[in-house]
């Protein structure tokens, strides 16, 4: 069996989804995507990400027409993919507390990402999974979605974020696939504040995005997220805000008793920060992002016709910008592995194997490591002792291959 004679099912059409079957469309890999939300950021309120030591993998993996589309959906398209200094400062001064070094760095929205990476896909939306079957052959599977619909296929991937149910399958029980909650109360945001002065103002020092680190032990994060008329017109540019403190979730809080609380911990800050948030409009929609992780652990994989990639095979708090930078490395190692195969090179289950051999420990020490920065992060005696401070945005330690992979 080659590459040719592949038909891959992916399940969830979030970034993992769409950049796996991107890689798989290049690679001339037949597959089949599967998503159970109506349409496209049907539920998802916005964000923003950074790519950074993956960069070089995904211009490998991505079609080159879709690629060099990337510099546009930057979130500040003056800076584009641009090297430089990530700014960690101070919350209540402002004063810049380090600058973690990045190379080749890129911050874009999520929904530009998502409808970038989108294009010349075909995406079955309102397909929601209920039962993954091996055949007794030891070959394919079978997916059944809600529906009725049954497809068949060679091997199943998930794709399917935090809560996988192509995870739950993986591990036997929903109980060994859960996900562990990360015990903070964190905030999301987008707003434009329809004011020029107050746009320049607030991102006068930074120009695309900072990270501030409270002696009160909370964070607040402020980035660019559009600029839909332009440089030009900073009246129209939206930003990306959120702000996190320990503490268990509330649900039942309104969008206007949540942004008290941000705005409450807002006065004591510094500037840029302080006004940032301060000028928060009454009407903000302040979403509540529910922060868990689940530590990577080793599945069965039957016999290479189920595996995981991205949020599904290791979910894992934001505090580092990693989880895109690990999707994208995921991708480039398994469809590298599916794209050399053939009747001389080897089975299915060896490059699945292969694959896993590589992404499991990766994933569970970068797992375990963002646990530990987001916990660091907001202790602010230790906040020096974090993975952001020491290793900054590279991946960790006991996986150089990753590394000489990206600089290559």
């Known amino acids: ?37 109506v349409a496209m950021n049907y539920r998802s309120n916005e964000w923003t990400m950074a790519i950074h030591w993956a960069l070089p993998l995904l211009k490998e993996i991505m079609p080159q027409e879709v690629y060099a589309k990337v510099p546009e959906i930057a979130c500040n398209p003056t800076v584009g993919i641009h090297s430089g ?27 530009r990402m998502r409808a970038l990476c989108a294009e010349g896909i075909d995406v079955q939306y309102g397909k929601s999974l209920t039962d993954i079957a091996f055949c007794e052959s030891g070959k394919g599977v079978v997916v ?38 990360f015990p903070i109360f964190h905030t999301n945001m987008t707003v434009c504040y329809r004011d020029a002065d107050k746009s320049l103002y607030v991102r006068q020092k930074y120009p695309t995005s900072y990270l501030a680190l409270s002696q009160r ?51 004591g800050m510094g500037e840029p920060a302080r006004s940032a948030f301060m000028w928060l409009p009454d009407d903000t929609e302040v979403h509540k992002a529910d922060i868990s992780y689940w530590v ?7 016999q290479g016709r ?16 990693q989880g895109l930078n690990h999707c994208i490395c995921d991708v480039s190692h398994l469809v590298n592995g599916l794209r050399s195969i053939s009747d001389a090179d080897g089975s299915l289950a060896e490059v699945v194997d ?54 290559s």
């Open 217 to 267: 032990s909370f964070h607040a994060f402020q980035s660019i997220s559009s600029m839909p008329d332009g440089p030009d017109h900073p009246e129209s540019w939206i930003f990306h805000m959120a702000m996190a403190w320990f503490g268990e979730a509330d649900h039942s809080m309104s969008y206007p008793e949540r942004l008290g609380l941000i705005k409450a911990r807002a006065e």
């Open 144 to 181: 059944t979605f809600s529906d009725g619909t049954l497809v068949s296929g060679t091997m199943i991937i998930g794709a399917d974020g935090p809560r996988s149910r192509v995870r739950e399958t993986a591990m036997g029980s929903a109980d060994k696939a859960a996900t562990v909650k």
């Open 354 to 407: 292969s694959y896993e051999k590589e992404m499991i420990p990766r994933g569970k020490e970068e797992v375990t490591c963002s646990v530990e920065n987001g916990m660091l992060l907001h202790d602010w005696d230790k906040i020096r002792e974090s993975p952001v401070f020491n290793r900054g945005f590279k991946p960790m330690d006991g996986h150089s291959n990753v590394e000489e992979a990206t600089a």
């Open 306 to 321: 189920l595996t995981l990639v991205g949020d599904a095979a290791h979910p894992m708090p934001p505090y580092r910008g």
């Open 85 to 111: 200094l990530y700014p960690i400062i101070n919350a209540e001064t402002g004063e810049l507390i380090t600058g973690v070094p990045y190379n080749d760095g890129l911050r874009v929205s999520r929904s």
């Open 1 to 37: 069996m080659g590459a040719e004679n592949l038909h891959v099912i992916v399940i969830g059409a979030g970034i993992t989804g769409l950049v796996t079957c991107q890689a798989l469309k290049k690679a001339g890999i037949r597959y089949s995507l599967f998503e159970r939300d």
């Open 296 to 302: 990577t652990e080793p599945w069965n994989n039957r």
